[in-house]
């Protein structure tokens, strides 16, 4: 599906972000996880939390599903069901990465996980490995892509450094540990989002944080009771830097997730000079059970460039592409290094965004590691081709309400994956 956005006059009015995606995932997936039944509320029914759904249900569980909320019966720690036929996570990266975590600890079953084109071009070899130290049996296709085959065995607790920051990678060991014979001990090379420690922390989980390195203890069950999952950041982004851009806008998100690992969009933002008030958790050295949450008021205003590095991207990784297209309007560069992750998300994400922008007029360059951008006072407008990806689709999007003639998105579906109604969203802050 395509559609135009036209050159907007400013944003007003109050919007609730859709529920958290990565919170909603390790939600089902802990619920499914635990002893007695656990109620999620407000879960985020999207296209890729419905594939954890549908693939928690395989294994055993029984979901009901009330309104907004939900209740997980699961089989627990080391009873999920063995599936005879493949399953299908969709688009779900997150999905991908976590759940063979818990499938590694079940004895003597096996288990295919397969997706669509955008999953069979991302890379799972980052969880092969670990899972394989801790002796599941795992293949690959070519060693690195999915479809993916986890037999389950009895675990071996681990101490593992991850080369890259993710903390789909971090999550995937964690889970995995649960189950295995002693305590494992995980080091990331920058902090990542941190919501699978929380929810165990808060799951009873004997686990601690020390600098970039987690410890857990293995479990005998998980005790969560209830989740209450936060409005997402990473979809209220695409709202924040609409208000930002679009001259005369005021407007304000309420009851969006701020945990510090998931903020460094909003401190880049502010960096440059944008206007987003809010309360955000400070950086925090102790592990805490909590996911805060703030309302953020937004308003345009004129932005100046700023540099990221390396250890401010695991903590704004699905933002930056907005971050380019801020820096399209900022008055000198906006140079993003450390980034080379983007190359294996929903496309490649540096190629995407630069391809997508330029056809809309920025002044911008790929580099190995991720972007520089040239403001050159906004952007003239054209078509864009969301390749699939839900955040190009609604960084294009945001794009035409901003720039001078309007843009074109090419597969406006893929919005679908986080944020169903983005559209209307947006629509309703224009009117
Ligand atoms: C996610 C982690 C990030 C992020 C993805 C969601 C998660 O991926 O890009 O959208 O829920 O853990 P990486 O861990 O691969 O960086």
């Not at 009901?64 to 599936?83: K, N, S």
């Not at 999915?146 to 964690?174: D, F, M, N, T």
Request: charged share 25%; net charge negative; aromatic share 4%.
């Amino acid at each position: 599906m395509n559609m135009r956005f036209e050159p907007s006059s400013g944003l007003a009015g109050e919007l609730c972000a859709p529920a958290d995606k990565s919170i909603s995932h390790r939600a089902a997936l802990l619920g499914a996880m635990a002893s007695e039944p656990v109620r999620i509320e407000r879960y985020l029914h999207a296209a890729d939390t419905t594939s954890t759904l549908d693939a928690v249900r395989a294994l055993g569980a029984l979901v009901e599903v009330h309104g907004e909320d939900l209740v997980v019966r699961g089989p627990g720690l080391r009873d999920a069901r063995e599936t005879d036929r493949p399953i299908d996570v969709g688009n779900a990266g997150t999905l991908m990465r976590l759940l063979p975590g818990w499938l590694a600890s079940q004895e003597g079953c096996s288990f295919t996980l397969d997706g669509d084109e955008s999953i069979r071009r991302r890379p799972v070899d980052r969880i092969v490995e670990p899972l394989r130290h801790m002796g599941a049996e795992l293949n690959a296709r070519d060693g690195r892509f999915p479809p993916l085959r986890v037999r389950g065995r009895r675990l071996r607790a681990i101490s593992y450094e991850i080369p890259v920051a993710s903390a789909q990678v971090k999550s995937c060991i964690l889970l995995a540990a649960l189950a295995a014979d002693g305590a494992s001990t995980v080091g990331e090379p920058a902090r990542s989002r941190d919501h699978t420690e929380r929810m165990l922390l808060r799951a009873g989980v004997d686990i601690h944080r020390n600098g970039r390195h987690v410890t857990v203890a293995g479990a005998d069950e998980l005790a969560l009771e209830r989740v209450t999952v936060p409005g997402d950041l990473s979809s209220a982004a695409f709202m924040v830097a609409a208000g930002v851009l679009v001259p005369g806008s005021r407007l304000l998100i309420a009851d969006v997730g701020v945990n510090w690992t998931r903020t460094g969009f909003l401190r880049i933002l502010r960096r440059m000079r944008g206007i987003v008030l809010g309360e955000l958790e400070d950086e925090s050295g102790e592990l805490t059970p909590e996911e805060p949450v703030s309302d953020l008021d937004v308003a345009h205003g004129a932005l100046e460039g700023t540099v990221v590095e390396a250890d401010e991207v695991p903590l704004a990784i699905d933002e930056l592409p907005l971050v380019a297209l801020l820096g399209c309007f900022a008055e000198g560069e906006t140079v993003v290094h450390g980034a080379q992750e983007l190359r294996v998300k929903e496309s490649d994400r540096i190629a995407s965004v630069v391809e997508g922008l330029r056809g809309l007029g920025a002044d911008i360059e790929a580099t190995d590691d991720g972007f520089l951008v040239r403001g050159s006072g906004g952007l003239r407008g054209g078509r864009i081709d969301a390749h699939g990806d839900h955040r190009l689709a609604m960084m294009g999007a945001v794009a035409g309400l901003a720039s001078r003639e309007g843009v074109e998105v090419i597969g406006m579906d893929a919005a679908a994956v986080s944020y169903p109604g983005f559209v209307e969203d947006l629509a309703s802050l224009c009117s």
